[in-house]
Nanobody
């Protein structure tokens, strides 16, 4: 079992940067590929970013590619998402996710979800 807790969300202006963090407890994070998804009001949950268990592979959703970087620190059991050049369409609840399989994760095959943190980008 893994418990995931997101932090770092908030209200920002267009063009600002924001760093989201996900802290894990329970089983060591090094067992899991980790990722971020988001869900805007009235829309389906969308893949944002993923990083493999040892950090040697990353992947990004088309909507955020080039404006975000995902990091992990297995010693600290944390994963972070640095987002730059934020736009109003980035407004969503951002969820941390864990999966034992990297390629399952990027196809929404998630084993554990956090409860989410809200990011609001003002125009």
């Amino acid at each position: 079992q893994v418990q995931l807790v997101e932090s770092g969300g908030g209200w920002v202006n267009t063009g600002d940067s924001l760093r989201l963090e996900c802290a894990a407890s329970g089983r060591a994070l090094s067992w899991y590929a980790m990722g971020w998804f988001r869900q805007a009001p009235g829309k389906e949950r969308e893949f944002v970013a993923a990083i493999s268990a040892i950090g040697d592979a990353t992947d990004y959703g088309d909507s955020i590619k080039g404006r975000a970087t995902i990091y992990r620190d297995n010693a600290e059991n944390t994963v972070a998402l640095q987002m730059n050049g934020l736009k109003p369409e980035d407004t969503a609840v951002y969820y941390c996710a864990a999966s034992e399989q990297y390629f399952s994760l990027i196809k929404y095959g998630v084993d554990y979800w956090g409860k989410g943190t809200l990011v609001t980008v003002s125009s």
